[in-house]
């Protein structure tokens, strides 16, 4: 078989699989992944093509080649402690970004300003206001409450508005 006809029973399929993989990685797009599939794909090519393999085992081979490629190319996280020194002079962490979270008692003040504004807030204003606290998203505030996700994002910004608050 030669490259071509290959390349053009596995072609489609390579897209599809690019364009699945597309926000893996900040700043690889879908058509670099392809490309480096077509690439990964022309190699093994060279080095000869077995016979009796289907171009699903071939299109498999390019998916891990892909998997390996993420594994290779992701930023490493680096976790670092407050406490540990960062330059010379014994500077850590902890000295440049001071704690700044707020008293228990500015804390529970802002909560009671906030339940006694609450009561400005329509029934629906109310009801979205309460979803949005427990962790929905945007969408799933819609979707239970029977409305689309842009009339949820106007009423969040009613109650932002009502309310003084940002979330």
């Given at each position: 078989?030669?490259?071509?006809t290959?390349?053009?029973?596995v072609?489609p399929?390579?897209?599809v699989?690019?364009?699945?993989?597309?926000?893996?990685?900040g700043?690889?797009?879908?058509?670099?992944f392809?490309?480096?599939?077509?690439?990964?794909l022309?190699?093994?090519?060279k080095?000869?093509?077995p016979?009796?393999i289907?171009?699903?085992?071939i299109?498999?081979?390019?998916r891990?080649f892909?998997?390996?490629?993420?594994?290779?190319n992701?930023?490493?996280?680096?976790v670092?402690?407050?406490e540990?020194?960062?330059?010379?002079?014994?500077?850590?962490?902890?000295?440049?970004?001071?704690?700044?979270?707020e008293?228990?008692k500015?804390?529970?003040?802002?909560?009671?300003d906030i339940e006694?504004?609450?009561?400005?807030?329509?029934?629906?204003e109310?009801q979205?206001?309460?979803?949005l606290?427990?962790?929905?998203?945007?969408?799933?505030?819609?979707?239970?409450?029977?409305?689309?996700?842009?009339m949820?994002?106007?009423i969040?910004?009613?109650?932002?508005?009502?309310?003084?608050?940002?979330f």
């Open positions: 078989m030669c490259f071509e290959l390349f053009n029973k072609s399929r390579l897209k699989m690019a364009k699945g993989y597309k926000n893996r990685l700043f690889i797009n879908e058509d670099d392809y490309q480096e599939m077509c690439i990964y022309w190699n093994k090519f080095e000869g093509v016979k009796g289907n171009e699903a085992y299109v498999k081979g390019c891990f892909i998997l390996n490629y993420f594994r290779k992701q930023n490493k996280a680096r670092l402690s407050f540990i020194p960062i330059d010379d002079k014994g500077n850590t962490l902890g000295d440049l970004f001071p704690d700044t979270k008293s228990l500015d804390c529970l003040n802002r909560k009671f006694d504004n609450r009561r400005n807030l329509n029934k629906r109310n979205v206001f309460t979803l606290l427990d962790g929905y998203t945007v969408r799933e505030a819609g979707k239970r409450l029977g409305v689309s996700h842009v949820v994002i106007k969040k910004k009613k109650i932002a508005e009502k309310l003084k608050i940002e």
